[in-house]
């Protein structure tokens, strides 16, 4: 079974500028979960979408946005880019949820300058 | 104080050793633990899920879970440099489909030939 893939896997963006960051999930997972990791945060959650609807949401702002398909492929848009949004943003997906069992996929290394 | 504490390391071991590698929480409300080992420029690879106090054994690994003590380890034995990596603690609180999960920032693990 194919693992979860993710696309773009490098980006270098300007300040200012929007992102779209597209996953597909193992197949047969309905539950898309992003992630943000830097070194000086860590790994955090941002938000869950599970068949096709939002389910849960992290502690970020309003620029980070998503959405999900109806073959469960999901995208992540970030609007406005900030320098401090440079981080790998994974994603993760699950048969039943974040609270459960995740497979996380390689990640996108974004680089705003 | 941060709700998941993971002591960064590094941590350097001889090939062969068992490994120790803890967290510790504050909120009471977390009820599935989860750990992940996350090689350099990779995303992260599920090890253990448990949701219940007491030990889970997989191979040479094994998760220990104390609720009353608000404590988590993984033990890995007969470690191999191949175990070189980052390890993730993870736990997540909620219910009914509404969870937000909580990452500790990661255990540098070196184990040496």
């Known amino acids: 079974k194919a693992g979860v893939t993710q696309t773009p896997r490098y980006l270098i963006k300007t300040r200012g500028q929007q992102v779209t960051l597209s996953c597909s999930p193992i197949?047969?997972?309905?539950?898309v979960s992003w992630y943000q990791q830097t070194p000086g945060q860590g790994l955090q959650f941002l938000f869950e979408?599970?068949?096709?609807?939002?389910?849960n949401k992290g502690n970020f702002p309003g620029r980070f946005s998503g959405r999900q398909f109806s073959n469960s492929r999901s995208e992540m848009n970030v609007s406005t880019l900030e320098l401090g949004d440079s981080a790998l943003y994974l994603c993760?997906?699950?048969?039943?949820?974040?609270?459960?069992?995740?497979?996380f996929g390689p990640g996108t290394r974004l680089t705003v300058t | 104080q941060k709700e998941v504490e993971q002591d960064p390391g590094p941590l350097s071991v001889p090939e062969g050793a068992i490994v120790s590698l803890n967290c510790t929480y504050s909120?009471?409300?977390?009820?599935?633990f989860m750990w992940y080992r996350q090689y350099s420029r990779k995303g992260p690879e599920l090890l253990m899920y448990?949701?219940?106090?007491g030990n889970k054994e997989d191979g040479r690994f094994t998760a220990q879970v104390d609720k009353s003590s608000k404590y988590i380890s993984l033990f890995i034995r007969d470690s191999q440099p191949s175990d070189s990596a980052t390890y993730l603690c993870?736990?997540?609180?909620?219910?009914?489909?509404?969870?937000?999960?909580?990452f500790g920032r990661g255990t540098s693990l070196i184990v040496h030939p």
């Open positions: 197949s047969g997972h309905r539950s």
């Open positions: 448990t949701y219940s106090s």
């Open positions: 979408y599970f068949s096709e609807t939002q389910r």
């Open positions: 993760a997906s699950s048969l039943q949820g974040v609270g459960y069992e995740q497979y």
């Open positions: 993870a736990m997540t609180s909620g219910s009914g489909g509404s969870y937000i999960p909580t």
């Open positions: 909120n009471s409300a977390f009820q599935y």
